[in-house]
């Protein structure tokens, strides 16, 4: 299979079209288009929402704790609990992009990349509130009586339903779908089957196979069975990666006041650090931390509203606060874990040849921070199995949301079909790493922003009167608002 793929993918054709859409990723998620987008829609949200993020923080924090648990309810057609719905919105924030792009940005954009991964995350944090609140505005229940919503809905229904509105929603399920539910999926399962292979030398067709396996288990059982997994493995991986990482930074205490003054002095100047690695310029930095930060916590482009929509709550801005404490925790908790535990271990002194270039990318960086400081060889299998949950609770995140836009365009006849292809995407992605693949996935995962953005700004307006009534205590009225 391995060899057949490949040389079809060594046709002219599919040369030309990586060729075009790497081009054209380097525009999309350049400092020219998304970036300011994504940006000034979060620094408009936070204006015209009175700095939501701060002010209702506290409440967000409540809800979390409040609401926490390993076993919830049932989820059902009905829709599922809060919490559940925040776990599998970070199932899908917290993925590869908390490790993989996270050592991206910091090698690539230098330190000063984090301070700018912050400022776009706090930004953020005021657009996944808006979004999560437009979800639960504009949720309906499909023929066969499930809740559904999501961009979809709030493009067509928010826009007055007609052509053009339709078209934005339909162009934003398509890209999604193929970003998230088919290419990003194998995307995913390429870096478990890599991870796996390099700590236990396990062939990836096997990973391949057992993660079609179980992942294919969980979609059969539909949304109770994804809520089910979400509440109790996303904590789980949570916690047993914090508690690790924080033990390695608490090692290494003593550099980090380093660490900050590396982050925040490269962040508005091109020093050199980390001994031959020339400085980054300004603008570096700021796009490669702006930009991995967005592509982890995906704040903007369209994809954790699908879970919050779903959530069982009295008033949308119940929910659209725990879309604040999403960002928060995938940016400011977990990814900069990764950080410190690598820039604090001192490895990245020694990364970096005579002419600035590093030896070491990626996943590799984490596993040597864990392995020198902290575990020793066990380092590396730790990070593999950090990884795999990583990786896997994003499967399971991505296709709910690729489900709900398959329910928007086809209905529910069209889930067995796109069941069955996500677990052939899972299947083949473990085996084969491809970059057509990769930066298809970065292509329509920028795409599919757009129509997102334009309707999130057209109905701001929305998300400002339903936090102003809730702010006076009026009752909530769907009927009304809409």
């Known amino acids: 299979m391995e060899s057949t793929l490949e040389s079809i993918l060594a046709l002219p054709f599919f040369e030309e079209l990586l060729k075009w859409t790497t081009q054209a990723n380097s525009f999309l998620w350049g400092t020219k288009f998304l970036i300011p987008l994504l940006c000034g829609t979060g620094i408009f949200f936070t204006l015209r929402l009175g700095f939501v993020q701060v002010s209702k923080f506290g409440m967000a924090c409540r809800r979390l704790f409040g609401n926490f648990s390993l076993f919830g309810e049932a989820a059902g057609k009905s829709g599922m609990t809060s919490f559940q719905a925040l776990t599998t919105a970070i199932a899908a924030q917290v993925g590869t992009g908390n490790l993989v792009g996270a050592m991206t940005a910091l090698v690539t954009g230098g330190p000063g990349a984090i301070f700018w991964m912050w400022v776009a995350a706090f930004f953020g944090m005021a657009t996944n509130f808006g979004e999560a609140c437009l979800a639960q505005l504009y949720k309906e229940e499909d023929e066969t009586g499930q809740v559904?919503?999501?961009?979809?809905?709030?493009?067509?229904?928010?826009?007055?339903?007609?052509?053009?509105a339709k078209f934005l929603a339909g162009f934003f399920a398509i890209a999604?779908?193929?970003?998230?539910?088919?290419?990003?999926?194998?995307?995913?399962?390429?870096?478990?089957?890599?991870?796996?292979?390099?700590?236990?030398?396990?062939?990836?067709?096997?990973?391949?196979?057992?993660?079609?396996?179980?992942?294919?288990?969980?979609?059969?059982?539909?949304?109770?069975?994804?809520?089910?997994?979400?509440?109790?493995?996303?904590?789980?991986?949570?916690?047993?990666?914090?508690?690790?990482?924080?033990?390695?930074?608490?090692?290494?205490?003593?550099?980090?006041?380093?660490?900050?003054?590396?982050?925040?002095?490269?962040?508005?100047?091109?020093?050199?650090?980390?001994?031959?690695?020339?400085?980054?310029?300004?603008?570096?930095?700021?796009?490669?931390?702006?930009?991995?930060?967005?592509?982890?916590?995906?704040?903007?482009?369209?994809?954790?509203p699908h879970a919050h929509a779903v959530a069982k709550v009295n008033h949308p801005v119940e929910q659209g606060v725990l879309g604040v404490i999403a960002v928060f925790i995938d940016t400011f908790v977990v990814l900069n874990i990764t950080i410190f535990t690598v820039m604090s271990s001192g490895i990245l002194d020694t990364n970096f040849n005579e002419k600035g270039e590093p030896i070491k990318k990626g996943i590799v960086l984490v596993q040597e921070a864990f392995k020198s400081h902290f575990m020793g060889e066990f380092g590396y299998t730790f990070i593999a199995i950090c990884l795999l949950f990583f990786a896997f609770s994003t499967i399971i995140g991505w296709y709910y949301f690729g489900e709900t836009n398959i329910r928007y365009l086809f209905g529910a006849r069209g889930l067995r079909p796109y069941q069955l292809i996500v677990v052939l995407c899972i299947l083949t992605g473990s085996c084969l790493k491809i970059d057509l693949v990769w930066e298809l996935t970065d292509f329509f995962n920028g795409i599919m922003v757009i129509p997102n953005l334009i309707a999130l700004l057209l109905l701001s307006g929305k998300v400002a009167q339903l936090l102003k009534e809730y702010n006076e205590g009026k009752p909530f009225d769907r009927n009304r608002l809409r």
């Open 148 to 164: 559904v919503g999501g961009p979809a809905y709030y493009i067509s229904r928010g826009l007055g339903n007609g052509p053009i």
């Open 176 to 304: 999604i779908i193929l970003a998230l539910g088919f290419m990003g999926n194998m995307v995913q399962a390429n870096s478990i089957s890599d991870a796996f292979s390099n700590a236990f030398h396990i062939e990836p067709i096997i990973v391949g196979i057992g993660l079609a396996i179980i992942a294919g288990a969980i979609f059969m059982g539909g949304v109770k069975r994804i809520a089910a997994v979400t509440e109790k493995l996303v904590p789980v991986m949570a916690i047993l990666y914090m508690v690790a990482g924080l033990a390695l930074i608490v090692m290494n205490a003593s550099h980090i006041p380093t660490v900050f003054a590396q982050i925040f002095s490269c962040a508005f100047s091109a020093k050199a650090v980390w001994g031959g690695a020339a400085g980054v310029a300004v603008a570096t930095a700021a796009r490669y931390g702006i930009a991995r930060g967005l592509f982890s916590n995906e704040a903007g482009m369209g994809s954790t």
